[in-house]
């Protein structure tokens, strides 16, 4: 498939990961790689970028949260259904080889592509400390999952309901201290996001970051995911880049731009 190309098929299973986030399981070889996106296209609704969760034996998986009219529609998919797609596009996360400790930073449906991650870096044998918060405990996603891969899951949340009251950039603080750590890697809210890369700086541990951007195209044409004020475009530069580059782009962690370029 050449990545401008839309492929339609039927869901073979949806899932509810909780009241508002659903795994949609597409069967396609799709040769993904972790921090990668597809464009999902339905009709009569449009396309929106959405992060691969998983893939393996033929299938790969992408999970939504309900946050607007797009996103409600594929939560509302069945199985049999049909979903068309279109990638995978973007650069995607790198697991050093001469690694042995990595940290994973995940804040809400954030945490889909790190546990795509996750399984890579223990399935080479990689010590990966999973650390994930959310609002509420019934908003924490993936965490059996991580665990039966072999992860040190590490929760929080903000009101406390599970794990320490306190956010998941206190937590990598903390594991940050206590272990040797090789990389981190982290998706999520991005002023989440930008305490982590400030974090990991200032105890020079190399940082990935997944940010994202308003995207029509996906292919690196309209200039709308371009960020200012060095002009990466996002669906080709990015979404996974270097945390010290991203700790130098104007806009990371403080606003973005809708559909009409203006500032949020």
């Keep these: 498939m050449k990545n401008d190309e839309f492929i339609v098929v039927r ?33 009569g609704k449009g396309e929106k970028p959405i992060s691969i969760s998983g893939e393996k034996e033929g299938k790969f998986q992408v999970s939504v949260c309900a946050v607007g009219p797009f996103s409600e529609a594929v939560s509302k998919l ?17 697991i050093p080889k001469d690694s042995t400790s990595l940290a994973m930073v995940g804040g809400g449906y954030g945490s889909a592509p790190l546990s795509y991650l996750a399984e890579e870096a223990t399935a080479q044998g990689k010590k990966v400390y999973f650390i994930e918060g959310a609002r509420t405990k019934a908003r924490l996603l ?18 406390g309901s599970e794990g320490p009251k306190c956010y998941s950039p206190d937590v990598l603080k903390t594991v940050l201290e206590t272990h040797k750590i090789d990389k981190v890697f982290t998706c999520g809210p991005e ?4 305490k982590v890369a400030e974090l990991s700086k200032e105890a020079k541990i190399r940082c990935e970051v997944s940010m994202e951007r308003y995207m029509k195209c996906g292919i690196g ?3 709308q995911c371009c960020v200012d004020d060095i002009g990466l475009c996002l669906c080709t ?4 880049i270097p945390g010290d580059l991203a700790l130098e782009i104007k806009e990371f962690g403080s606003y973005h731009r809708d559909s009409t370029g203006k500032k949020v």
């Design 11 to 43: 869901l073979e299973e949806v899932h509810r990961e909780s009241g508002d986030t659903t795994t949609l399981t597409i069967p396609y070889k799709l040769n993904s790689k972790p921090g990668q996106f597809v464009m999902l296209w339905l009709p």
């Design 78 to 94: 069945k199985k049999g259904d049909k979903i068309g797609f279109r990638g995978p596009f973007g650069t995607h996360f790198k």
């Design 142 to 159: 993936f965490t059996e999952r991580m665990k039966q891969a072999g992860a040190e899951v590490l929760l929080c949340t903000d009101d």
């Design 191 to 194: 002023i989440m996001m930008k």
């Design 221 to 223: 044409i309209c200039g």
């Design 237 to 240: 530069n990015g979404p996974i």
